[in-house]
């Protein structure tokens, strides 16, 4: 999974109805220090994750294996919301 | 998700028969501020974006998840025309 | 989908047996403009592209969605051969 | 696979509810040198590596094919701890 | 598929039990002239090849399509020892 955080939310209208009902995070990629880079995803979300939240995020066929995004066109799904990194190895 | 903008159509007489009555858009990846970067795909329309709309597009085998795309050989597909974007967190 | 041109051809006689009789050309990525990347793959050629042309191949399991490649171990099929490009959103 | 170096442990309270009890490491990739890289993936230990450990990681639905993350939201999983590497090809 | 160069192996003991038996080959990727790029991955040989030797590797889930990878968490394998290579259109 990627390590992110959700800086913004995306709207639209016309979409495949799949995607009805579902909300897209703007998340943006974080370094190990928490600093952000400049590589951003569109994710699904399926945890509750606020702007502002850190998150780990899902990409490709392993981002259709939660209830709300199995066989939908979604490529990138939050699936955690982080507490805490230790990062003693590095 | 990828946020991108449509910026021009490809078209290809001689193609693999499973594309027949595709559009396939040009999709250039935009940052978070809208500006274009270099990076772009060739992705299928499943939503009626024309040149000039910013979308959002699915890849990999989540971009063979809609009606038009199931079981294709297609590894970009635009499923969403974007209204807005709110970017607080960023 | 990306966009490339065949720029050469790949013999190799000691392979997995599921890729006997199929073509394996070098294929260039390309920018906008028609100028060359200097990123490339090796694809499966199923649309008879020869060596100058542009082309569109998928990659992935996308790759292996066509009759040819079906459950076969390659990640890189060229699906369409270019006629015109309309760039007008650019 | 992916060369890399476990070298955190993040928590997450909130999650997918599939990813209960998995632990999830930092991982950062390595060069062939045994230097590290910046980039890091967040993975699912499947093998008991610790921080410290040199590791190979797969990605990917690959990261599905274990016994522990399979039908799983997870994208990236540690399949081996690295003894030996002999590189005199380079 | 992308053309690489094998330049090393690499043993791990502790391993998914599904790897037991596989050779772990370091494959380093080439440029078109043969050059060798800074990138690598290690991947499963299933064709016999050698350090030294020039191969083609193919990734993702196309990597599980050979008889020794078949539902494995495997995201690279070898395919291919490449004889030759005409690049006439570069």
Do not use: Y
């Not at 259709?64 to 979604?74: G, H, I, S």
Request: charged fraction near 20%; hydrophobic fraction near 40%.
């Amino acid at each position: 999974m990627t390590l992110g955080k959700v800086v913004g939310t995306v709207w639209a209208t016309r979409k495949d109805e799949q995607l009805t009902g579902m909300t897209l995070q703007l998340v943006q990629e974080l370094n190990m220090d928490g600093s952000l880079k400049s590589k951003f995803v569109v994710a699904v979300d399926s945890v509750g994750a606020g702007v502002g939240e850190t998150v780990l995020f899902a990409q490709g066929s392993s981002a259709r294996q939660t209830e709300l995004t199995r066989n939908k066109p979604v490529d990138a799904v939050i699936t955690a919301i982080v507490d805490k990194m230790d990062n003693p190895g590095n």
